[in-house]
């Protein structure tokens, strides 16, 4: 089931504040340059026993100190489609070598792989493993050898890396043969794709990261080469996947079919399966400088801070519903995505999200595969992963905050203490009994030794400017001037973008000024301090007893109003704050520093604690939908839209008819004080606005009115049953047993088709059940009533009732707020009964026809049984 301990059931991230942390210190260049000697050391431990006991085998197996070779070792799965008998680990490591100023190393190694390295093994390898770490290890070693030749060494090279990355890239190039341009996910280096008999060509799906992720290298072969095949493939590849992006949330799938473009898994992230393909939508606007990939890439960013990014969390939601969580979990993969908003210019998130990925790790040692969103181990492993040190190089190339110094030197404390082994480095297989893996994957030495040699070096340290490289998703270096490469033969590129013109927000931030964005050099600590103890929130202080005379009662979460004045001040001085969501849910977070003594700081910790168990039981009164069914003239019962319940007033699943009624607009809107309309609300239906106070006040200003039933629609505009979960109402936190009309509630957009019908047609009469009522009934109780002007339908078709039943909620990270009108997280949506005579509305004013609500809900009807299968 989808629940998740920090978005609590009332969707509270608790954060328990510990007492504060002490400025960084500014790290002397002889400690740097002691870390920095010290990464050169490991690099040579890892380096020199791959070559003295592996080479040339693909890997290192540090733990038996001999070469991993394809065939010879148990299989591991997937993981082996990365071996191809090609020396992966010196390709992968030839411009680290470079880099680490071992220029003499570097040579040896160039040489190695030109006279002992042979490319045509007939042998099945992942198309996207090879692509990173052997076609970007060769385009990046002849960077390097290119960029050595202009000083005056490597005299003797002439491209011969280069020849070999195009010969590898044309072994890659017929994966790339389907109808889509989406590429096979294996190919045979020798026979390509053929069909079984070369163990290719029979999958159907493909991860999105592993299509997605082509572009930089290709596109960089064919400006080396002059060949613009290359390019032109992985454009294709890219451009499919634009276009299967779900255009609602403008969010991709993990895994689509290469053949169809239909998703497999619909789940929506920044980690494993999607994680490299936001980047090289942003890197390739950077080497390439093509403004579609950077309007892409912030179309996709926008819905990733919109939706993922909850911060400090990223949590995978459903392209369709991108409002309701599809994992309880975040793995480790996603520590690259601090670096990559570095990139974009969006600081702020990525220190937080980077503060929680390195308290983890403080907890840990090493970030686990996964882990949950309360920071406990989901998957225990970890094989060595770069993507924490690389956010970590480029958050402090981006402050120069010798706080990520401090980080870095975390890092390698923890390589050696707990990886570092006689014959290199091995993987944790569990992180919690330090036990080790026999394994150590080429890309540790690509990426993490690169990272970390860049936190500690000073520029004269470096043998060239980094400043005109960038780096792919393995760390390989690819040169800016590639930009400017002639490529001109290349075939005329679609532009999907035809027709949409590119405002300013497309480049916001997209070329920071590092030096301008902490004039206050206190900020970066700021961020951070919130977030340190909430990894370890359920650490609670001893009980400190309260000694008589002390002051009031503390306030408990039972009786918590948020509309109350006095409550509020109460958590102020708990140190406890309440924060609004943009999303409408609400945060409660208590700094205890803040608090105005030690008793009150305790009291707040054990608000926060039964607000916690409060909200659990809250979740398990989850009550099913409701329906709001337009039964008047022109509609006959036919659109019916979903409504959220509420958890006191009349229970309607316990009503055999319901509550019928035409609708009328409450004065005031929100319902926060006696209406003065109330004469014209008895005997009808109110309609109110969400906001300002709670439901259930709202509900008794309406029964004092003499209404037979209320609608609340969000004040949130855009909301809409399509990408939000179910909403719930929740009572005040005292008794509700005064009220006894029934209260739905129905998002934005639903409620906008409610309120244009009224502002249409003057009278619309509403049924409120639990359930949509036969059309046929609902026409006949239309014919008796004193709308003379209008004819009735004489259809008779009874109701399609699988289309009223909304699909079993999914989401037990329910929203029942204590503090305002909350949501529960649960699937929803507005369900036409038939597709008949349109409602006569305004279309320019936002309302949509029968046939565009039909069409919407069959959409997420697929997504849910999509959704279903993926849970199973």
């Known amino acids: 089931m989808l629940h998740s301990a920090t978005m609590l059931p009332a969707s509270l991230l608790l954060f328990f504040m510990g007492t504060s942390i002490r400025l960084s210190e500014t790290m002397s260049r002889d400690e740097r340059n002691k870390l920095r000697n010290q990464v050169v050391e490991m690099f040579d431990h890892a380096y020199q026993n791959y070559m003295d006991h592996a080479y040339p085998a693909d890997e290192l197996m540090p733990l038996t100190c001999r070469g991993r070779v394809r065939g010879l070792e148990p299989s591991r799965g997937d993981i082996d489609d990365a071996l191809g008998m090609f020396s992966l680990t010196l390709i992968d490591t030839l411009d680290t070598l470079a880099l680490l100023n071992k220029t003499v190393e570097f040579e040896e190694a160039v040489k190695r792989v030109l006279k002992d390295v042979r490319l045509d093994n007939d042998i099945v390898v992942s198309v996207f493993e090879t692509n990173i770490r052997v076609l970007g290890g060769l385009l990046g070693g002849h960077s390097m050898a290119i960029m050595l030749k202009e000083s005056g060494q490597m005299l003797w090279y002439q491209n011969e890396l280069l020849h070999m990355a195009k010969d590898l890239g044309l072994r890659l190039l017929p994966a790339f043969n389907t109808s889509s341009g989406l590429p096979y996910p294996r190919v045979n280096l020798r026979y390509g794709v053929r069909g079984p008999e070369t163990r290719t060509g029979t999958e159907t799906d493909t991860c999105t990261a592993c299509a997605g992720t082509i572009i930089l290298e290709f596109a960089a072969l064919s400006r080396f080469t002059g060949d613009p095949t290359f390019e032109a493939h992985a454009r294709r590849a890219l451009d499919f996947l634009w276009e299967k992006r779900q255009r609602n949330s403008n969010l991709v799938g993990t895994t689509i079919n290469i053949h169809s473009g239909e998703w497999v898994r619909r789940d929506s992230g920044v980690g494993a399966g999607i994680d490299s393909y936001y980047e090289y939508l942003m890197k390739a606007y950077v080497l390439l400088g093509d403004d579609q990939y950077l309007h892409r890439f912030n179309t996709h960013y926008a819905s990733i801070m919109k939706y993922i990014s909850q911060p400090p969390l990223l949590l995978d939601v459903h392209i369709h519903k991108p409002l309701l969580p599809a994992r309880t979990w975040m793995d480790s993969l996603l520590a690259f995505f601090p670096g990559l908003q570095v990139l974009k210019g969006d600081i702020r998130p990525a220190i937080e999200t980077h503060e929680m990925l390195y308290q983890v790790t403080k907890k840990h040692n090493f970030l686990p595969e996964a882990f949950t969103t309360d920071f406990r181990v989901h998957w225990a492993q970890h094989p060595l992963r770069p993507e924490f040190a690389e956010s970590t190089y480029f958050l402090y190339k981006a402050t120069r905050d010798p706080y990520y110094l401090e980080v870095g030197r975390t890092v390698l404390e923890n390589l050696n203490r707990f990886a570092r082994v006689p014959c290199g480095f091995a993987a944790m297989k569990d992180v919690r ?440």
Not at 795 to 800: F, H, I, N
Not at 818 to 832: C, F, N, R, T
Not at 839 to 864: C, I, K, N, T, Y
Request: one cysteine or more.
């Open 433 to 872: 009994t330090g036990s080790h893996e026999d394994r150590m994957d080429s890309f540790f030495l690509a990426e993490m030794f690169k990272y970390l040699f860049l936190l500690f070096a000073e520029e004269e340290d470096l043998p060239f400017n980094v400043e005109d490289y960038i780096f792919t998703t393995e760390a390989h270096l690819l040169p800016l001037s590639l930009s400017t490469a002639s490529n001109s033969q290349a075939p005329p590129v679609v532009n999907s973008m035809a027709g949409e013109e590119l405002d300013d927000s497309n480049f916001e931030w997209t070329c920071p000024n590092t030096r301008l964005l902490f004039p206050d050099p206190a900020f970066p600590r700021n961020l951070r301090e919130p977030i340190r103890s909430a990894v370890d929130k359920s650490c609670l202080r001893p009980t400190i007893h309260r000694e008589p005379g002390m002051g009031r009662p503390p306030l408990r979460a039972q009786d918590f109003m948020a509309n109350n004045p006095e409550h509020l001040e109460l958590l102020r001085r708990m140190g406890v704050s309440l924060i609004h969501l943009k999303d409408g849910r609400v945060q409660l977070v208590q700094h205890a520093t803040q608090a105005v003594s030690a008793v009150a700081a305790e009291d707040g910790m054990r608000f926060m604690q039964e607000m916690m168990e409060l909200s659990s039981q809250q979740q398990k009164e989850q009550l099913p939908p409701r329906a709001v069914q337009i039964v008047s003239h022109p509609f006959f019962g036919r659109v019916v839209l979903t409504a959220g319940p509420a958890q006191f007033g009349m229970d309607l699943s316990k009503s055999s008819s319901g509550v019928r009624g035409f609708v009328t607009v409450a004065e005031p809107y929100n319902g926060c004080s006696e209406l003065s309309n109330g004469e014209i609300v008895e005997g009808r239906i109110a309609l109110l606005q969400r906001g300002q106070c709670m439901f259930a006040e709202k509900a008794r200003h309406i029964q004092k009115a003499g209404a037979i039933g209320g609608i609340v629609i969000d004040d949130n505009e855009g909301s809409s049953s399509d990408t939000a979960p179910l909403f719930q109402m929740a009572g005040d936190g005292r008794s509700t047993d005064d009220v006894t009309l029934p209260l739905l509630f129905l998002f934005h957009k639903e409620g906008n088709i409610l309120l244009e019908a009224l502002k249409e047609y003057k009278e619309v009469e509403v049924l409120l059940s639990d359930k949509a009522r036969d059309r046929d009934g609902a026409e006949e109780e239309d014919c008796s009533t004193e709308e003379k002007d209008h004819s009735c339908s004489s259809s008779s078709e009874p109701v399609d009732q699988s289309q009223v039943t909304t699909q079993e909620q999914t989401a037990e990270d329910s929203v029942v707020g204590q503090d305002s009108d909350q949501p529960v997280e649960g699937l929803g949506s507005y369900v036409p009964v038939d597709v008949g005579e349109e409602p006569a509305v305004d279309r320019d004013s936002g309302s949509q026809s029968v046939d565009s609500v039909m069409a919407d809900w069959q959409e997420d009807l697929e997504a849910f049984k999509q959704m279903e299968k993926d849970e199973l």
